[in-house]
């Protein structure tokens, strides 16, 4: 069975067609890192998948339940509440912005959705989200407040709170992008670490390096396509179509 069976996305702002039926099917353990260029319709794809944009063509299926599906005529079903929204929980995310909660400290950023939308008790969730901090490495931040956090924490962080509410499946949008270099490293072996756990993970990554030792399949969008696809190894070392070439030669 696959974690995420996405088939023939198609996705339109206004006139504009963002995704011209993207496939893509993720298996269980599966890293997959999304590359290319700028308005190729990456951010938008993740998006789909867990319901923060609707589709408008073509069908979403998350370990093996019915997100949303189109019917012969054309339209677009999605799940009733509140089969919806337990589907799409078992996605966490991450974006380029850490989006912390700035009123709240670091544990309480964690805990805060397990608390309120899973209804877990607090003496459950704090010691889950003591051993999260620990992984992340940021322990010691149990009660600061994210204004004193450098942006590399705070997307440590971030991380760390996606993880409280117990994903089967992390996707991450350029985790790094916001940050200055020297801070990039930290936040990449939190997510390497937990590749080697074994999460299931989308990456949308500017970090070939990155995507080139952790994922196990490689995409290349460009205009609302999948244009290839394959090992690091392929994409990387003997890209097929001359627009990864061109991409790859421009990165
Ligand atoms: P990427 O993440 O690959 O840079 P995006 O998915 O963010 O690409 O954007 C793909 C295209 O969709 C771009 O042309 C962008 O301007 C457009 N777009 C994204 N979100 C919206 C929106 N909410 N409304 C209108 N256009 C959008
Ligand atoms: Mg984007």
Request: charged share 25%; net charge negative.
């Amino acid at each position: 069975m696959s974690m995420i069976s996405a088939s023939n996305i198609h996705k339109r702002f206004n006139n504009l067609e963002v995704l011209k039926g993207i496939s893509l099917a993720v298996n269980k353990g599966e890293v997959i890192a999304i590359i290319g260029p700028s308005g190729s319709g990456k951010s938008t794809f993740l998006r789909c998948l867990n319901r923060l944009e609707t589709i408008d063509e073509g069908s979403i299926e998350i370990e093996g339940e019915i997100l949303a599906d189109t019917d012969a005529a054309g339209k677009v079903h999605y799940a009733p509440e509140p089969a919806a929204r337990r589907i799409c929980r078992k996605m966490g995310m991450v974006f380029q912005q850490f989006n912390l909660f700035p009123h709240l400290t670091v544990l309480e950023n964690l805990i805060e959705a397990p608390l309120t939308v899973k209804g877990v008790k607090r003496e459950d969730i704090v010691p889950q989200a003591e051993e999260l901090l620990l992984k992340v490495g940021l322990a010691e931040k149990r009660d600061v407040y994210p204004s004193r956090l450098s942006g590399g924490q705070k997307q440590r962080v971030a991380i760390a709170r996606a993880l409280a509410m117990n994903p089967d499946i992390m996707l991450f949008d350029e985790p790094t992008s916001a940050l200055d270099p020297e801070l990039t490293g930290e936040v990449l072996k939190a997510m390497r670490r937990l590749a080697e756990e074994h999460m299931t993970m989308i990456v949308v990554t500017h970090e070939m390096a990155f995507a080139r030792e952790v994922a196990n399949r490689v995409i290349f969008m460009d205009a609302g396509e999948i244009v290839e696809q394959g090992t690091p190894a392929d994409v990387f070392g003997s890209p097929v179509h001359a627009r990864t070439k061109a991409f790859l030669n421009r990165v």
